[in-house]
């Protein structure tokens, strides 16, 4: 089965810089886009960032409020997805997911209904 498990958050002041992983297992990147989103606590989950399947070059999407922040990367001879965050605000406090399309033949997504495997989540929060 499918399985992606996110790692890497935790509490970091505002300005602060933290990096995700989301490791892939029973599955490998060349074949699946993965994207990232995150969830505060009485709001909707919006989408991050994605990365498409392929290399490790692949194509990305961003938020476009997020842009400049934010980086999404891949390793696929570890199999592991990076999202790297920072100049980090208190606004971005939420769980982040990361979650696995592989329907996708090219690009990527950052719409969570395009996505078919979702790991557990990771709370990042930001407060001084």
């Known amino acids: 089965q499918v399985q992606v498990v996110e790692s890497g958050g935790g509490l970091v002041q505002p300005g602060g810089s933290l990096r995700l992983s989301c490791a892939a297992s029973r599955f490998t990147l060349d074949y699946y886009a993965i994207g990232w989103f995150r969830q505060a606590p009485g709001k909707e989950r919006e989408g991050v960032a994605c990365?498409?399947?392929?290399?490790?070059?692949?194509?990305?999407v961003y938020a476009d409020s997020l842009k400049g922040r934010f980086t999404i990367s891949k390793d696929n001879a570890k199999n592991t997805v990076y999202l790297q965050m920072s100049g980090l605000k208190p606004d971005d406090t939420a769980v982040y997911y990361c979650?696995?399309?592989?329907?996708?033949?090219?690009?990527?997504?950052?719409?969570?209904?395009?996505?078919?495997?979702w790991g557990q989540g990771t709370q990042v929060t930001v407060s001084s």
């Open positions: 990365i498409s399947m392929g290399n490790s070059d692949g194509r990305t």
């Open positions: 979650a696995a399309d592989g329907k996708v033949s090219a690009g990527c997504s950052v719409l969570g209904a395009d996505y078919d495997y």
